[in-house]
């Protein structure tokens, strides 16, 4: 079993980035040693109180080994993540982890394509800085309703081959994004694909459907992170549970839970809404 810190982690930044969106840089030189891409922490928000009760799941986005710390991008959008917007390097805070199981990474794919949105793109850029560190190619997609966000992570064009989508409020780059990739894999070998933080009922899943299909035509294994409500983040609670299918017919299904069982799954697995 992979061991679980239970640690007081201290905020050396936390910066808005984008309209909403948050960037906090975390010392836990505990879990930085041992977490992978796509996996999380739970983060308590209440130092000396019960309110509120529960931690916030969230995604490691970079991962700083020979610092000891670790970096999560996040929206703010309700009271406890309103209440992490506040804090201010040197606040401790205790941080539980790395849960869940993250992105595999097999020496076999020597060439990767990643596709994320908005907060999608957190367990990604953690996935772009180690592909590349270990000398594969790397071909990102990234889209975001906000322009900023994207500018932000334009840092990864250092890294990998950086394609960006602005959107507006209505979702329309999932098929731009689909067909670029189409593209690329028509003149590029490409060895597995990866899907950021997809919410089970979000307007993505169109884009995990198609990018499976692709998948399948291609001969490749896609990977795809999902995001849930938790409660615990160890799979105790049951509450994060959701269907998937029991194999590649894609014809029964059952329960997994997102924070044990995930949030990594293949993508034949994942129940489409969309």
Not at 150 to 165: G, Q
Not at 191 to 207: A, E, K, N, R, V
Request: charge should be positive; aromatic fraction near 8%.
């Amino acid at each position: 079993m992979d061991k679980k810190y239970n640690l007081r982690g201290v905020v050396l930044a936390n910066r808005e980035i984008a309209p909403g969106f948050r960037h906090m840089k975390v010392k836990c030189p505990e879990i930085a040693r041992s977490v992978v891409p796509g996996q999380f922490v739970m983060v308590r928000v209440a130092n000396n109180c019960t309110d509120p009760l529960l931690r916030r799941p969230l995604t490691v986005s970079r991962i700083h080994r020979d610092e000891g710390a670790l970096a999560i991008l996040y929206k703010s959008v309700g009271r406890g993540t309103e209440m992490m917007a506040n804090w201010e390097s040197g606040v401790t805070f205790e941080i539980l982890g790395p849960l869940g199981n993250g992105f595999s990474l097999p020496d076999s794919a020597k060439a990767i394509a990643v596709l994320g949105r908005d907060a999608g793109i957190g367990p990604l850029a953690a996935l772009v800085d180690e592909a590349s560190g270990t000398g594969r190619h790397v071909y990102a997609f990234l889209s975001s309703k906000q322009p900023v966000l994207l500018e932000y992570f334009k840092s990864l064009e250092k890294k990998c081959h950086l394609f960006l989508f602005p959107d507006g409020e209505v979702w329309r780059c999932g098929p731009f994004m689909t067909k670029e990739l189409e593209q690329i894999a028509a003149k590029n070998l490409i060895d597995q694909i990866y899907l950021g933080g997809l919410c089970h009922f979000c307007p993505s899943c169109s884009l995990s459907k198609n990018i499976h299909l692709f998948a399948c035509r291609q001969g490749i294994t896609a990977q795809v992170s999902l995001d849930q409500y938790m409660a615990c983040g160890l799979g105790a609670c049951q509450g994060c549970v959701v269907p998937f299918y029991k194999d590649r017919k894609q014809q029964e299904t059952q329960y997994k839970r997102v924070c044990k069982e995930g949030p990594v799954f293949d993508s034949w697995e994942v129940v489409h809404r969309g």
